[in-house]
């Protein structure tokens, strides 16, 4: 593993009405079989694993992940027409709701519910 930080971070608009602020921080460069672990203020984890055909771009959707406190959404955006997979910290919810109306974005589906 390689990790590359940007100092000072690259900061960029994003959001509908341009007003939230993103810092890139780093660049993380994985080898096959190798994972990184990303924490919370609460010490919940999102994993990121690296294979040779690829990323598992998540830990289980309905096992590690949920054990960790996170439920995966995926949502659309209307203006953009694309689509997102989203990570919500249970005990956020309603932030990740009032998230989705102020950039006019729906909820498709809880992944992690899926039978």
């Known amino acids: 593993m390689k990790v590359e930080p940007i100092d000072p971070p ?4 994003v959001g ?4 939230l ?5 780093a660049r993380v460069r994985l080898s096959a079989d190798e994972q990184v672990t990303f924490l919370t203020e609460t010490n919940a984890e999102y994993d990121v694993a690296r294979k040779d ?3 598992y771009a998540t830990p ?3 096992g590690r992940l949920s054990a960790n406190g996170f439920k995966t959404a995926l949502a659309y955006n209307q203006r953009s027409g694309r689509y997102y997979i989203m990570l919500v910290e249970v005990a ?3 932030d990740f709701e009032a998230y989705l109306r102020a ?9 992690d519910e899926r039978a």
């Open 92 to 94: 956020r919810r309603a």
């Open 103 to 111: 950039e006019d974005m729906t909820l498709q589906e809880w992944l």
């Open 16 to 19: 509908r009405q341009g007003t």
């Open 53 to 55: 055909w690829g990323f």
């Open 60 to 62: 289980s959707l309905n």
């Open 10 to 13: 690259r900061e960029f608009k």
């Open 21 to 25: 602020v993103m810092k890139d921080c």
